[in-house]
């Protein structure tokens, strides 16, 4: 199983902006397409954006368009989640995690194998 780990989260207030990153050690995130999700207290986990494996194609629902963008820096070997005008709402744990079978993104987090531990975001004045 790939190992992966957020970082970048943290308490802001509302309207800042958090970047939450995504990284690997030992294999190559270039190599598969990623997504990240959230889940809150009492809710069901929810997929926030996804990039495709080439970096390509991205996807981001209406429900966070316009405020999130995922986009990858190969370089670094890291996936990142630049989240901006945050609302309380957007408090949640925030993981990636790592498709290894299929090329493009989905934002259903059963077509994920290999997932982070998650990044605490929390949104309040």
């Known amino acids: 199983q790939l190992q992966l780990v957020e970082s970048g989260g943290g308490l802001v207030q509302p309207g800042g902006s958090l970047r939450l990153s995504c990284a690997a050690s030992?294999?190559?995130?270039?190599?598969?397409?990623i997504g990240w999700f959230r889940q809150a207290p009492g809710k069901e986990r929810e997929g926030v954006s996804c990039i495709s494996r080439g970096g390509g194609t991205t996807y981001t629902p209406t429900s966070v368009q316009g405020r999130f963008t995922v986009s990858r820096d190969n370089a670094k070997n890291t996936v990142y989640l630049q989240m901006n005008s945050l609302k309380p709402e957007d408090t949640a744990v925030y993981y990636c995690a790592a498709d290894v079978r299929r090329f493009g993104c989905s934002l259903s987090s059963s077509n994920y194998d290999s997932w982070g531990q998650g990044t605490q975001v929390t949104v309040s004045s």
């Open positions: 030992g294999f190559r995130l270039d190599n598969y397409a």
